[in-house]
């Protein structure tokens, strides 16, 4: 088997590259990168030393294409992944379209040329943000849940955001040209006759992520914490009670290994993925979890709330568990803890990854 990881360098393509060296090496890794994300460069020699083969590579330029070997699979985890992004006054809004969208485009023509499979990792932001924003919560333990003693909007429940939640438009530009980017795979999919699969994941997280308020945010916060550095809960009733779940890379790996040696032609070709209701934490729950293990300190509040931020994203991936028997294996309290090792052994991470 042989397998081409865009993004490789990044937290999420490097996470699936060394857990398929580990566990399935004969299969031949193949990985492309730009490196122009901050801290990317510190993934590539551990990645050479562990076999992998990669390529200096810029998804949004057809002819970069001309030279990358054909594979069984291509995996695309390369994105820029914030979704305040184009619109913050600091990115470009077409270099946003030409990363997530034309890379898409220039992926699949190599795809539709090799017979090679696909697999897109989505997002949980390809859903409408409206009802989402204005959706019914109420604060337990220091988190937003659903009230569900008020009317909730179709495809939502105490479990999490099903597939079937609306996806039309405000979902952000990011958003955006990721929706898009499923239609274009799963036609290209259909009409050249190569496997499609598309895993929309909640907020991944582990050592080794790239942390930033936009993206990252459970390594940032943490890293922030360990070094001192100002922390803030924003928007809302300023007191972080926002919530999102968490999931681990390898516990992708695992779903995405399952699709690969698949075979067949399921119905279902777009799932969530995520950690869910039992793996969802509050920045409150995460700043106690940080005072027990550092000591506490003082955060401040601005309750004027951030473009496009919503209250609670959550994920039912009750579909991947129904369909792959897949669900997390990885507790949020070992994704915390292995974060937490990091930024004790490497008190320079985020100025390397987010300067």
Known sequence: MKILITGVCGFVGSTLARFWRETSPDWEIYGLDNFIRPGSEANRLGLKRNGVRLFHADLRAASDFETLPGVDFVVDAAANASVLAGVDGKTSSRQLVEHNLTGTINLLEHCKKHRSGFVLLSTSRVYSIPPLAALPVRVQDGAYVPDSARPLPPGVSGAGIAETFSTQAPV?????????????????????????????????????????????????????????????????????????????????????????????????????????????????????????????????????????????VVLDSTRALNQWGWKPHTAPGVILDEIAQQAEADPGWLDLSAP
């Open 172 to 312: 952000s530009l990011y958003g955006s040209t990721k929706l898009a980017s499923e239609a274009l795979a799963l036609e290209y999919g259909e009409c050249f006759d190569f496997p499609v699969w598309i895993d929309r994941c909640g907020v991944l997280a582990g050592g080794g992520q790239f942390g930033r308020p936009d993206q990252g945010i459970f390594a940032y916060w943490l890293h922030s914490w360990k070094q001192g550095r100002p922390l803030k809960y924003i928007g809302f009733d300023g007191q972080g009670h926002q919530t999102r779940d968490l999931l681990h890379p390898r516990d992708v790996a695992g779903l995405i290994t399952r699709q690969i040696n698949f075979s067949g032609r399921p119905e279902l070709r777009v799932i969530n993925v995520a950690g869910g209701a039992g793996q969802a934490m509050s920045l409150q729950q995460l700043s106690t979890w940080c005072a027990q293990r550092w000591g506490g300190r003082d955060i401040s509040s601005d309750p004027q709330p951030r473009l496009f931020d919503l209250p609670w």
